[in-house]
């Protein structure tokens, strides 16, 4: 008798384990599934997002007329120069001759610690022309809304 309890159990066992193994395959499955299909979403997601103004500042590329959305950054200074001046610039990624007057005025109102920086209209990092510390350095300059306007993505 203790034999036939015992293999009863160990039938029941077998059995728990069976269909343990039956649900941990289709669960493991979703959970591949919802992974992939989460990164995937971040991906798409991320194509229509500009950077940060404080991660275009690291970056600094050069933006002038004719650049089409140079890593995203041209998008950013469109959405920075309309949040922060009240500007209406169409946020499209395209450094057009409307992005670069703003530049110009944002330039003329600007003084780095090297002096006046150059009004060009162009936004670069070189010996003369400071426009991209300036304008993160401009960031922090009136936190924390400054801040709050450098940290904010803008979709285009």
Known sequence: MPDKSKSVK???KLSFLQNKKRLFLPLAAALVVAVIGAYTLRITF???QSPTMI???RFTPAL???V???AGCVAALQGFYND???MKLVVDGIYGPQTALV???YQGRNVTEYGAVPITGKVVN???NKTWPKLTANCFLNAPAGIKECKKHHRY
Request: hydrophobic share 10%; proline share 0%; charged share 40%.
């Open 64 to 66: 002038y007329e004719g």
């Open 68 to 70: 089409r959305n140079q």
């Open 84 to 86: 922060k001046y009240g």
């Open 10 to 12: 160990e039938e029941k």
């Open 46 to 48: 991320a194509y229509r």
């Open 126 to 128: 070189d010996k003369y």
């Open 103 to 105: 530049t110009a005025y």
């Open 55 to 57: 991660e275009c500042g």
